[in-house]
């Protein structure tokens, strides 16, 4: 039976229905259940849409529905097909699948009384695709990919994608499961869930496309003007003294920095939420001294509550914690066992906001950075953990979204306006809260270095706008190394012209706490890692970079404002500026930042000339002010002084 209900079209049939409703400009969300009814879920789809008059058709067994430039159809079998303007197929239900009694859309009752869907569509071989998040691989086109939907350290599932043939997806479930782009079907599959629920979008250029889907999911909020500078971290000052002598010699070299990071176990017990004093004896004078010259300080906050912190009985008593449905109770070990709070929980949210306003943005701290936010549990055996929405494998992928908006919340609340967090994790619709995601514990080598190129616009086109890295990688890289030194150089050339300019690492050599401390002593650190760290030559390589981009700084704020106002990412692929230059759609290693500089990373070792794709125009390299005509490729120079960046003219 097909029938129209409130701007919608619906087919129910056999206890299934199908809803298909204008969700926004040149927009369609299309949801099922096999049990006759749907939830009132919005998932990452939160904001306010433009409202919308479908033309609606129905005609014997079969039905349309057109929104502007979309359209779909609903034939006898209940087969979905969506088409642009033109009329050309955009995405099909996998009929193929029908003989052999596997339908498109296939939902299988599980354990945990919900079901386990797979939805496949007809897959087009010659379509490329972008976007689904941050992966740690050498791939920006996702054609031919298998995705995990899970977080994990390093890895964010995000997953909406930028087709080449001119549409937008949005898998609207954060349920454990699986992306497949392959040659002979796209499939997605969602471990646990009560319905189906995705958003297609259909516009005529890849921006058109990111903007209507930023609207749907909510814009980020105004960047700071404070943030645009170099940020100054490592694996871990573990002093107020220690901090402050890092700011302060920033002070003395008239270097300017805009944030100081002050890590893990300052505090004296996961889920504490304050200072250990005898090592930060005095923040309010310490974060004073340092607004005074002109930096803030951010301070790492934890998910995780050890049994033995002052928060953890409380926190149980009133279900804050997450719990697993069978064995012990603990989720990770730091030092010692721990377990993570609930951000899915709104009382949950307040409470850790309450200890944190009290012990931190009382004494004049307001940036936060919300590391372990996957959550990172020491076996990701999701349907072991049970959420306060649910059990893991149906709303996991939620978790860093609440974690941002417990904080987001607060801050505004307060009275900030301009609230960002630094966090390891997102999925669709974190941006509104502010999130500044960085891409985690990466390894300290060229190759991750490529990979954080990809992925950085992957991130920009899922939706993720405030995007940065470690510089050099996190884990034990060597600044007295010749190689990694070279490295750190060309990733900080390349942070430069990133959302967010970040030092930060778990360099050598190794430093061991002394036996016997506890809280904030117990911790290891790691060595030096400022940008006075890795020689003369670098140094006055990487100055010279920090006074370029202060010397950015209108242009940095003008598209942090485009994305926040419009929904433009900074960094774009080039196909989002140029999607009529097919070479455009191949080009995986350069980067548009904003609509007038193109950037080209060095990561190669040893490399002092890289291949650059000029698309039609004149371009100027902002280094050499040498003009070069567009429309083909060149062999750029790329010294150990800069990397290969363009200004369009």
Not at 150 to 171: C, D, E, K, M, T
Not at 363 to 391: C, Q, S, T, V
Not at 528 to 550: C, L, P, Q, T
């Amino acid at each position: 039976m097909l029938y129209t209900e409130n701007n919608a079209l619906i087919r129910f049939y056999n206890s299934e229905i199908l809803k298909i409703e204008p969700w926004g400009e040149s927009s369609l969300r299309v949801r099922c259940s096999p049990e006759g009814r749907l939830s009132n879920k919005d998932r990452a789809l939160t904001e306010k849409i433009d409202k919308c008059s479908a033309k609606i058709t129905i005609n014997e067994d079969f039905g349309e529905i057109v929104n502007g430039k979309i359209r779909a159809t609903v034939d006898k079998n209940g087969r979905v097909t969506i088409y642009n303007q033109r009329g050309e197929i955009m995405l099909d239900e996998a009929l193929r699948l029908q003989p052999l009694k596997a339908p498109a859309r296939f939902f299988k009752p599980n354990h945990l009384g919900k079901y386990q869907l797979t939805m496949s569509f007809e897959s087009n071989e010659k379509e490329k695709i972008f976007g689904m998040g941050q992966y740690q691989q050498e791939i920006l086109n996702l054609k031919g990919c298998t995705l995990e939907l899970a977080h994990r350290n390093s890895q964010a599932s995000v997953p909406f994608y930028i087709s080449s043939l001119g549409y937008g997806f949005l898998w609207n479930l954060p349920a454990i499961g699986e992306a497949t782009f392959a040659r002979n079907i796209t499939k997605f599959k969602a471990e646990s869930t009560d319905e189906l629920d995705y958003l297609v979008i259909v516009a005529d250029t890849p921006s058109e496309i990111e903007r209507i889907y930023m609207r749907a999911v909510g814009h980020a909020p105004k960047m700071p003007e404070y943030a645009l500078g170099l940020w100054q971290s490592k694996l871990r000052y573990r002093t107020q003294d220690e901090l402050m002598g890092v700011a302060r010699k920033y002070k003395e070299l008239n270097i300017p920095l805009s944030v100081i990071v002050c890590d893990f176990f300052h505090w004296p017990h996961q889920g504490d939420f304050r200072f250990d004093y005898d090592y930060f004896p005095k923040p309010e004078e310490m974060t004073k001294e340092l607004k005074e010259m002109g930096t803030e300080l951010m301070v790492s906050v934890w998910p995780t509550i050890e049994f033995e912190s002052e928060s953890y009985k409380e926190m149980l008593e009133r279900g804050y914690l997450i719990r697993n449905d069978r064995g012990p109770s603990n989720h990770t070990e730091c030092f010692k066992p721990a377990v993570f709070y609930d951000t899915t929980n709104p009382e949950a949210r307040k409470y850790v906001w309450e200890k944190v306003k009290r012990n931190y943005y009382d004494k004049g701290i307001r940036l936060f950075w919300l590391d372990e936010a996957e959550p990172e549990y020491m076996l990701y055996d999701f349907d072991n953990h049970r959420y306060f929405e649910g059990n893991s494998t149906e709303v996991g992928n939620v978790y860093p979204v609440d974690y941002a908006k417990g904080f987001y919340e607060g801050l505004i609340a307060s009275g900030e306006e301009e609230p960002i967090s630094l966090i390891r994790c997102a999925w669709a619709g974190s941006a509104k809260y502010g999130a500044l995601v960085w891409s985690g514990d990466i390894m300290p080598t060229f190759e991750a270095m490529r990979c954080q190129v990809r992925a950085g616009l992957n991130m920009a086109i899922a939706g993720i706008p405030w995007w940065t890295t470690d510089i050099g990688g996190f884990d034990y890289g060597d600044p007295a190394s010749e190689e990694y030194r070279e490295l750190t150089i060309r990733w900080f050339q390349y942070a430069t012209f990133c959302p967010i300019l970040r030092m930060h690492g778990y360099q050598a050599p190794y430093i061991p706490a002394k036996e016997g401390l506890t809280g904030g002593g117990m911790c290891y650190t790691g060595g030096d890692n400022e940008i006075w760290s890795y020689g003369e030559k670098a140094f006055e390589i990487m100055k010279n970079h920090v006074f370029y981009r202060e010397k950015m700084k209108p242009y940095l704020k003008s598209i942090m404002d485009e994305a926040h106002e419009k929904g433009n990412p900074p960094m774009r692929p080039m196909f989002y500026e140029f999607p009529e230059d097919k070479g455009c759609w191949d080009v995986e290693d350069q980067y548009m930042f904003g609509s007038k500089l193109m950037v080209c990373p060095v990561c190669e070792l040893g490399q002092r000339q890289r291949e650059v794709y000029l698309p039609n125009g004149k371009w100027k390299n902002v280094f050499t002010g040498e003009i070069y005509e567009g429309g083909k490729a060149i062999t750029a120079d790329a010294p150990i002084e800069y990397t290969p960046v363009y200004e369009r003219l």
